[in-house]
């Protein structure tokens, strides 16, 4: 016969080792939230910064290895500054939420889109080895953003400059792949904005509407 106070110890380590699995898959969920929270964008849940540089990481050793070529889709909005000023930073980001619903529209299965901040969005294609389709693509992007918005405090427009890196070869780190579609991007906005550059060599490459 189990004594009283054997049966009272038995119950006494089920309920630590219970204590013990209930809080390891605590701090396992809470793990998970912290990562998630650190590789999303809090206002329009997209990856940020960290996760597209990740990602991009990973298609260049892809590439590197053999596999199918990497492009950057750098995105800067044109004329957001004036929304801003106009309805308010509420409505700004109401906006940004709206451009990061339409962009995601546009993808193909395998593009991963982030937003880096701001009014800054950059695409990765990991079959980006062909320009043809990674500039239709760009093409899509923009004139999905440049049709107007009915916000709840009034309507609103706005246009997107575009920057265009691929690689073939996946050489070049994730950074150097940003850096040259963020100048393409650049070399668009310099040229009347709302248009898309491709960084071939060193001078990028306005490409015709």
């Known amino acids: 016969m189990v004594s009283r106070a054997y049966a009272e110890a038995d119950e006494d380590r089920y309920t630590l080792e ?3 699995e209930v809080s390891s898959t605590e701090m396992r969920d809470l ?4 990562r998630r929270r650190a590789e999303e964008d809090p206002l ?3 990856p940020n910064r960290v996760a597209l540089v990740h990602h991009l990481g990973q298609s260049l050793a892809r590439a590197r290895a053999g596999g199918p ?4 889709l750098f995105i800067d909005l044109d004329g957001f500054k004036a929304v801003n000023d106009r309805l308010g930073h509420a409505a700004g980001d109401d906006l940004l939420v709206v451009v990061a619903a339409r962009l995601a529209h546009c993808l193909r299965p395998d593009d991963v889109l982030a937003r880096l901040g701001g009014d800054e969005f950059v695409v990765v294609c990991s079959d980006g080895g062909d320009r043809g389709p990674v500039l239709a693509l760009a093409r899509r992007l923009r004139e999905s953003v440049s049709r107007p918005v ?3 405090c009034g309507p609103a427009q ?6 265009v890196a691929l690689t073939r070869t996946g050489r070049e780190s994730a950074e150097e792949l940003l850096q040259r579609a963020d100048a393409a991007m650049y070399s668009s906005k310099q040229h009347g904005k709302g248009r898309v550059t491709l960084a071939e060599g ?8």
Request: hydrophobic share 55%; charged share 5%; no cysteine.
């Open 18 to 20: 219970r204590s013990i």
């Open 31 to 34: 793990h998970d939230q912290l």
């Open 44 to 46: 329009t849940g997209l």
């Open 69 to 72: 070529g990497v492009a950057a």
């Open 150 to 152: 009915q916000l709840a």
């Open 158 to 163: 706005v246009g997107a400059s575009l920057g």
């Open 202 to 209: 060193a001078v990028p490459a306005v490409v015709p509407a």
